[in-house]
Structures are given as C-alpha cells and as structure tokens.
C-alpha cells in the first residue's frame, strides 16, 4: 500500500537576504513564520515526507537568493525538496535541481506558455516537474450556465473552479479541471493544487475541488489551501484519493506536530511513513 504523505509548505519572501517565511490568509494578511532554513529543519527531524519551498516575491533578481536557501536546506535535510515560484524556463529548472532540489512547480508561466511543461520534461523528466494550479470556485445557477466547463455540485450550489496566476491576483477563465488534464498530456508528473478559498482558513480542504481534479487526472495530486487540524488532513484522504496533503499554519505555529498528525492518521487506518 502507497503510504500517503505530509508535506510542509514554506512559503518564502526573499526581500532579505536569507529568506523569511510567511503566511496569509486567501492569498492576504500575510505574516512572519519564521527562517527557511530552521523550519525545513525542524520539519525534516520531525518526519515530514516533503517540503514545498515557495517563492512567493518571485523576480528575476531573487533567484540567486532562492537558490542560495536551498543550497543551505540541502546541508542538513534529507527529504524530496519541490521548489515553485519565478520558475519561468527551462533553466529555471536546471538551476533548481543543480542547487538541490529534486522538483519544480510552476504555474503563471505554464498559462502562459504550456509548452514549457513539454520541454521541461524532456530535460529534467516529467517527475521533477510540478504543475501548480490555484483554484478558486465560481458559483452559477446550473450547469448549463457554464457549458464549456467542469461544473460540481457542492452543498453551496453549483460552481467550476476558475485558475489563478500572478499568486492569485489574476484570473484567467481557464477551468482547473480541464486545465490538469492538458498539463498531464504536456509532461507534468504532479499537481499541487491549491483552493484559493480555503488558503489560510483553517476551515478544511476544498473536497469537491481535489476530489474533481484527482479523479480527472493520473498522476498524484498534493491538496493544499485550508487545513486546520488533523481531521482535516483525514477527511481529504478518506473522501479523494489524492496522495499528499500539504500544510502551513497548523505547523508554524505549533498547533499540531508532524508526528501529531500522522499518529493520528495511522489511528485512523490512513497508511504513513512514521
């Protein structure tokens, strides 16, 4: 049996020199963490499976400061490092990958340019690149009001999940479900999908959402964007079959442990990696 796993997300303002850690709320309200590096680590001795580094300051100008944290996580954690954020070219990649990191999620440059997820692919194979796609719902009043998309129904009513880029201040009409499936015939060899509407919330995850891209899809789904307690993390398991559930709050700021969480899926017959 695939064990399921648990993966910390950092999400990293590069406007100092060694990177801090930050956290919002719906994409907003964002607030300090902590250090990049001494997270990973205490998240690495803890047992997470993963981690997500995120460049959420993403410019040219900030991917040496990038490449330099990951540099020094890698001096000290043993564990599959996915970095995002700024991944533009297929160099972006490369350099990543050079630096430690075993995977690279991009997003708004994927929109921009899908075949970039074919020539990544080819360079760095398709498990090395991760298709970040954040998602949020958009209510209509029946299906057929949205004939062109993958319309659910959720018990607030009926929506599709439109994709956002430029970190969320940007949609684009483009339909979330439609969208993974296209990425999965370019090259990409994972999603992390984020529901806008749950970031930050503590409200739990977007079943619906994860549950309509992983069924649309092959290839192994991260859910993130809600998480607020371990029930949560169970519930996206027992309710999808997506194959890792990422968090952020609950661990910065020492609500549950790694080890908490898991215990507690292992009680609940969910298999992990303790």
């Given amino acids: 049996m695939l064990t399921k796993r648990i993966i910390p997300c950092l999400d990293c303002?590069?406007?100092?020199?060694?990177?801090?850690?930050?956290?919002?709320?719906?994409?907003?309200?964002i607030k300090y963490a902590g250090n990049p590096v001494d997270l990973a680590t205490k998240y690495y001795e803890d047992g997470a499976d993963e981690i997500v580094v995120l460049d959420i300051t993403a410019s040219h100008e900030r991917r040496a400061t990038m490449v330099d944290v990951i540099d020094k996580l890698t001096e000290n954690v043993f564990m599959p490092i996915c970095v995002g954020g700024g991944i533009r070219r297929v160099e972006d990649y490369t350099k990543m990958l050079r630096a430690g990191a075993d995977k690279c999620s991009t997003n708004t440059a994927a929109?921009?340019?899908?075949?970039?997820?074919?020539?990544?692919s080819k360079v760095v194979g398709s498990q090395a690149v991760v298709i970040g796609i954040d998602a949020k719902?958009?209510?209509?009043?029946?299906?057929?009001?949205a004939p062109d998309k993958v319309v659910v129904e959720t018990d607030k009513g009926f929506?599709?999940?439109?994709?956002?880029?430029?970190?969320?201040?940007?949609?684009?009409?483009?339909?979330?479900?439609?969208?993974?499936?296209?990425?999965?015939?370019?090259?990409?060899?994972e999603i992390l999908l984020t529901s806008m509407d749950g970031d930050g919330t503590q409200n739990g995850y977007d079943i619906e959402l994860n549950k309509a891209i992983n069924d649309a899809v092959d290839i192994p789904v991260i859910a993130s964007g809600g998480v607020g307690n371990p029930k949560d993390i169970l519930d996206v398991f027992e309710k999808t079959d997506v194959s890792a559930a990422l968090a952020a709050s609950i661990f910065h700021f020492n609500q549950y442990s790694i080890g908490e969480v898991k215990e507690y899926l292992k009680m609940n017959n969910v298999a992990v990696r303790l």
Avoid: M
């Fill in 13 to 29: 303002d590069l406007q100092v020199p060694e990177g801090r850690v930050v956290k919002g709320v719906e994409f907003k309200e």
């Fill in 111 to 120: 929109i921009k340019n899908p075949e970039l997820l074919t020539e990544a």
């Fill in 137 to 145: 719902r958009k209510y209509v009043s029946h299906p057929d009001d």
């Fill in 159 to 189: 929506c599709w999940f439109d994709s956002s880029i430029y970190g969320g201040r940007e949609f684009t009409g483009i339909d979330a479900v439609q969208w993974a499936q296209k990425c999965q015939d370019l090259g990409a060899g």
